[in-house]
């Protein structure tokens, strides 16, 4: 395995359990060398957290509801106060919509669930992008990657509000990284297949995207965590240097065709 991590330190968002996108990310940085910090939603999964951040030696594991700017101010600084001042990447993978808004129509959406699933799924990217750079400035420059999903620039049946959340991801990735390339900070997005996972497994219809992509995939496979990690080392690793700004699809190749 490369060491294109060792000496960075950073920050992870999003880790539920092992099936989680964030975790086989952590996983594949830590063995490239990176020391990690990581954040928790809630008490029911916060053992399972510190179980996993503790087989990677982590320095920090803290609670952080992204909803709140004091929680995501508090776990950045937390970050910066383990890593002596400075942060070399973040770590974005969360995201959450009610479920009866991943089964019905989207025009039945309310109001209020609406702009929850954005304010999770998109404007918390914008939160850890304001309270990050300062540190990764201190480095000298940072990396940011978030995960998105083909559902934010087509329609795909039951993706609804996520897929609006989503698209709203896209854009902030744009808009970020051309505000954060000023203090040489990167921002990338990673646009997975579907993957089995806790968030996942609250879409319903999950396995028809799954069926779908292998049979009309150019690759006809499945992807798994650990090929859409391999994309979020290679956007916050060095060798992407000039790389901001994009998505990285990891998905066998199905965002390519038209039918
Ligand atoms: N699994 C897939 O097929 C797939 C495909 C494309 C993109 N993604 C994206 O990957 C990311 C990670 O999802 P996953 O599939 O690994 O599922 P997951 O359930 O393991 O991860 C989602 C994470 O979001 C966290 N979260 C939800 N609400 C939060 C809040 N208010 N504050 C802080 N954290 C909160 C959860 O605690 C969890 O850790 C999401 O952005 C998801 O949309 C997943």
Request: net charge negative; hydrophobic share 45%; proline share 3%.
């Amino acid at each position: 395995m490369a060491d294109r991590f060792q000496g960075k330190q950073g920050l992870v968002l999003g880790v539920a359990n092992k099936r989680s996108i964030a975790w086989a990310i952590a996983k594949r940085l830590a063995e490239e060398g990176a020391q990690l910090a990581f954040t928790f939603q809630g008490e029911r999964i916060e053992k399972s957290v510190r179980e996993l951040a503790d087989s990677v030696q982590s320095p920090l594991v803290t609670e952080c509801d992204v909803r709140s700017d004091e929680d995501v101010s508090r776990v950045v600084a937390e970050a910066g106060k383990a890593f002596a001042g400075g942060l070399d990447f973040l770590v974005h993978s969360v995201a959450y919509a009610a479920a009866e808004d991943l089964e019905g129509r989207f025009t039945d959406t309310p109001r209020d669930r609406f702009w929850m699933a954005i304010d999770v799924s998109a404007y918390s990217l914008v939160a850890c992008a304001r309270a990050a750079e300062p540190l990764m400035a201190a480095r000298g420059g940072g990396s940011l990657v978030t995960m998105t999903y083909l559902g934010g620039e087509r329609a795909v049946p039951h993706y609804n509000v996520m897929g609006v959340a989503k698209a709203t991801l896209d854009a902030s990735v744009r808009y970020l990284a051309w505000d954060l390339g000023q203090n040489n900070i990167r921002i990338n997005a990673v646009s997975a297949g579907p993957v089995r996972t806790l968030a996942a497994r609250s879409i319903a219809g999950f396995p028809t995207m799954e069926a779908i992509v292998e049979e009309r995939s150019p690759l006809h496979r499945h992807i798994d965590a650990e090929d859409v990690a391999a994309g979020a080392a290679y956007l916050l690793s060095d060798e992407a240097d000039n790389v901001t700004g994009t998505t990285l699809y990891v998905d066998s190749g199905y965002h390519a065709m038209g039918m």
